[in-house]
Nanobody, 126 residues
Framework: QVVESGGGLVQPGGSLRLSCLAP????????VAWFRQAPGKEREGVAC????????NYADSVKDRFTISRDDPKRTVYLQMNSLKLEDTGTYYC?????????????????????WGRGTQVTVSS
């Protein structure tokens, strides 16, 4: 299981950096993604990063605002979120892929991912 952290309350236009730690296993050979879920809505993919960080995919709604990165020696994947909007509010989940790269487009379905965290809450509010 992975552990997310870094969520909180932020005003519109603000920034947060989420972290995803894999305390008990290596992430070296797996793609990793961030998903989010707003109340009453389905979980949606936000960003995916392949091994070595060679490829990154983003949902259209977060392109040019969010950046996914990884630090394999630290077993950690980050999600830098800038210019946050009200609609970015939700619980953010980290997920470890069953494969080493991201889908050709987008983030892929939930079944592509084998290990999930419990999530961290992000609330964007004025």
């Amino acid at each position: 299981q992975v552990v997310e952290s870094g969520g909180g309350l932020v005003q519109p236009g603000g920034s947060l950096r989420l972290s995803c730690l894999a305390p008990n296993f290596s992430l070296d050979y797996d793609a990793v993604a961030w998903f989010r879920q707003a109340p009453g809505k389905e979980r949606e993919g936000v960003a995916c990063i392949s091994i070595d960080g060679e490829y990154q995919n983003y949902a259209d709604s977060v392109k040019d605002r969010f950046t996914i990165s990884r630090d394999d020696p630290k077993r950690t994947v980050y999600l830098q979120m800038n210019s946050l909007k009200l609609e970015d509010t939700g619980t953010y989940y980290c997920a470890v892929s069953r494969i080493s790269t991201c889908p050709p487009k987008g983030i892929g379905g939930l079944g592509l991912y084998r290990s999930w965290g419990r999530g961290t809450q992000v609330t964007v509010s004025s």
